[in-house]
């Protein structure tokens, strides 16, 4: 394997020169650190961050005794506008200014038992506390005492590991795993956000490990799925779930979506396969993570249809109306959204064949403007994700999909331009019909309501309120209601 570099040589003088370590925060918290006799460090995430040359808010300080002692100097010496938040069941204490975030934590050695995730916490060295730590890359150290400001304390090779993008435990791998099995997640989700490689002793002790997961709850799960969905590639970390056997037990469905079923010689695509690279066509258009949700589920509703048709072959009709409906069971169970988010995802799964339909059958005004009508603002949304589907090997198809999607676009702005339909009211409202033709609230003002819209929509009448009226009106006349 090709050794890739992600981080600068010398990382001595890079710490030394780099301005975030330098800061005014980092050099205050160093002096209440030596004036209260406290060795201190900032570890973690921040460390690894600075070293790939990353942007990272929250600053991890431990120290050797009472976090929370630092903490409330700290707080006063930041003065006007500083805040803490004292946790003392967990000896820790976070301090807020402004943008600045900080968490401060005394060092701690932890052991677990098997059957919780709640660890036994007793106070320990710096090195103790590293050793706890899921991974090399997030055990990194770096000393804010005067007198050794600067210094890097890595015992686990971390510099390494970000060098050669190497995710690895400080400890034994199945010892790591068993004490929070979340850190799995995390692995392959630093692996997917970074562009690392999950070492082959950390892969192997995910799978053997994997079953641990559910003793994690479904909400911190979904937090590392978000991440891995935001990562540039997520299709890495989707990859790294299925081949260690946990996207079976955390996502059943999407798994279900595997492999290629042979029947007279035809086989259809891997729909699992197809779907990560429509995630990872999306991700290269935006950072929309419901728009890569949708993308993710896009054909979830595929095995469900499945059916071979003599003299047809393999179809999936209906999958997209079926993938929708799946949906907020899915969210529901891996406690997603609820909301208005799951609803555009939905929305998104259920339109998804609509552009690629227009453009195998004619493309009418009529069909583009119920396109225009449906989608609404999401409509842009819409037509990126259709773009992404197409993932044909033939590359004769992909241009003729490519052109007729060009084509679409075109006359959609066209007749966006002409008709309005985007955000389309019907212009002449419920209360007026009713007041028009002396109605009560019934279900005849509905159909009235509809067909002015249908009209619209098909072309019969323009987009306008003196044209609805009189379509109205003619309606009337023809059901005798004038
Ligand atoms: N950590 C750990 N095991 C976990 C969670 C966190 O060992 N399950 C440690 C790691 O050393 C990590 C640090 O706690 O670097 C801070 O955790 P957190 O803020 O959750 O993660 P970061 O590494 O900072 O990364 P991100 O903010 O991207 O989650």
Known sequence: MQKKTGVAV???QMIIDSEKIRSSEFLLIGEEADRLGLECYVIGGWVRDLLLHRSSNDIDVVVVGSGIELAEAVVKRLGRGAHLAVFKTYGTAQVKKGDLELE???????????????????????????NRRDF????????????????????????????DCTIRTPLDPDITFSDDPLRMMRGIRFASQLGFYLSSETFDAICRNRE???IITKERIAEELNKIMLSRRPSVGWKLLDKT?????????????????????????????????????VAMETDNLWLRWAALLHDIGKPKSKQWEAG???TFRNHNYLGAKMI??????????????????????????????????????????????????????????????????????????????ELV????????????????QPPVRGEEIMQLLGLEPCSLVGELKSAIKDAILDGVIPNEYDAAKEYLMQLAKERGLV
Request: glycine share 6%; hydrophobic share 35%.
């Open 10 to 12: 010398d990382r001595k």
């Open 104 to 130: 401060f934590v005394g060092a701690r050695k932890e052991s677990y038992r098997h059957e919780s995730r709640n660890p036994i916490v007793e106070d320990g060295t710096l090195e103790e506390d590293q």
């Open 136 to 163: 090399t890359i997030n055990a990194l150290a770096i000393c804010l005492n005067k007198d050794r400001y600067g210094d890097l304390l890595d015992p686990f090779g971390g510099i390494e590991d970000l060098e």
């Open 212 to 214: 641990r997961i559910n």
């Open 245 to 281: 056997g946990l996207l079976q037990l955390i996502f059943p469905e999407l798994a279900e979506l595997k492999g290629v079923e042979t029947k007279e010689g035809k086989g259809h695509k891997d729909v699992f396969l197809h779907t990560l690279q429509v995630v990872d066509n």
């Open 312 to 314: 047809v072959g393999w």
């Open 328 to 405: 907020s069971k899915i969210f529901k169970k891996m406690k997603l959204p609820q909301n208005e988010k799951m609803d555009y995802v939905i929305k998104m799964v259920d339109l998804h064949m609509r552009p690629i339909n227009l453009i195998e059958d004619t493309v009418t005004d009529s069909a583009v403007r119920r396109l225009l009508f449906e989608a609404g603002d999401d409509i842009d949304d819409l037509m990126l994700l259709c773009n992404a589907d197409i993932t044909s090997k033939n590359e004769d198809k992909v241009r003729r999909y490519k052109q007729n999607y």
């Open 409 to 424: 676009k075109q006359k959609m702005i066209e007749l966006e331009e002409r008709d309005r339909i985007r955000n389309f």
